[in-house]
């Protein structure tokens, strides 16, 4: 499983015109599975999703967490992540759990974190040709990899 967070004033996914998700102040996260993520993966970067200490407390420094700060999440699927351009200029998706198997880890996720912050998570559309737009506060970016 590999993460992209970004912490974001405001993030939005749009399929066929249409806003599937969209959230303010929080974090947009692109997920990707593997096929041998299970659930014991999933919570524990749920839990690291949750708990990442990179909002600005009253002194300025990175030292708040999301739910701290009240924050709101985006999770979308994002199968790419988990591509191989080491050989050749065609990357090779063959890391990426095939469809089938990420789609059920991806709710997974979605349904842990939101239970984790208390409070519901926002989503593009699996499988989807989405579009994702966003302004990055900071910036801030930071990859978690199982």
């Known amino acids: 499983m590999r993460l992209v967070l970004q912490r974001v004033r405001h993030a939005r996914v749009t399929v066929e015109g249409r806003i599937t998700g969209q959230i303010g102040s929080g974090l947009l996260v692109l997920a990707g599975f593997a096929p041998d993520d299970d659930a014991a993966i999933l919570d524990r970067l749920a839990r690291k999703l949750v708990q990442l200490r990179i909002f600005a407390d009253e002194e300025g420094r990175m030292n708040r967490s999301v739910q701290d700060v009240d924050g709101q999440v985006l999770i979308v699927s994002q199968?790419?992540?988990?591509?191989?351009?080491?050989?050749?200029?065609?990357?090779?998706?063959?890391?990426?759990?095939?469809?089938?198997?990420?789609?059920?880890?991806?709710?997974?996720?979605?349904?842990?974190?939101?239970?984790?912050?208390?409070?519901?998570?926002?989503?593009?559309?699996?499988?989807?040709?989405?579009?994702?737009?966003?302004?990055?506060?900071?910036?801030?970016?930071?990859?978690?990899?199982?």
């Open 79 to 146: 199968f790419t992540l988990l591509a191989d351009a080491r050989k050749g200029n065609r990357p090779s998706y063959a890391g990426a759990a095939p469809p089938p198997l990420a789609e059920p880890l991806y709710e997974q996720f979605v349904a842990r974190v939101a239970e984790l912050l208390g409070q519901p998570v926002a989503t593009g559309e699996f499988g989807a040709d989405m579009q994702v737009e966003l302004l990055n506060d900071g910036p801030v970016t930071i990859v978690l990899d199982s």
